[in-house]
């Protein structure tokens, strides 16, 4: 087949194929990725007791260790809910989505 007898591809189709898959593969790796606030919940408390259970049962080494990843925690939250409201997010829905950035790896715990 010579160069000029090959069909020539729609430019507008194939960006809208393109556009469709790109959309298409996010919404597939959000619904995989996504968590709720059950699963922050379970995060929070599996932190709030490991860091329990460390300042409780070891020395004073422990508890200045378990304060200073309380504070990372609670600076992860401060930056989470900075950047959800960078991108537009206010009030309650800025705080629900902190909360979740911050302690919804608990959704992955239990099966």
Do not use: K
Not at 26 to 53: C, E, K, P, Y
Not at 86 to 111: D, H, L, M, S
Request: include cysteine.
């Amino acid at each position: 087949m010579a160069h000029s007898d090959r069909p020539v591809p729609d430019g507008e189709a194939a960006r809208g194929r393109h556009t469709r898959d790109i959309r298409n593969d996010r919404q597939a790796v959000r619904h995989l990725l996504r968590a709720d606030t059950g699963g922050a919940h379970l995060g929070l408390a599996l932190t709030i007791g490991v860091l329990l259970v460390a300042a409780g049962f070891s020395g004073p080494r422990w508890v200045l260790i378990v304060s200073i990843v309380s504070v990372v925690c609670a600076a992860w939250f401060v930056l989470a809910l900075a950047v959800v409201h960078v991108r537009g997010a206010r009030g309650e829905n800025a705080v629900r989505r902190a909360y979740i950035a911050t302690f919804g790896w608990g959704g992955y715990v239990t099966p």
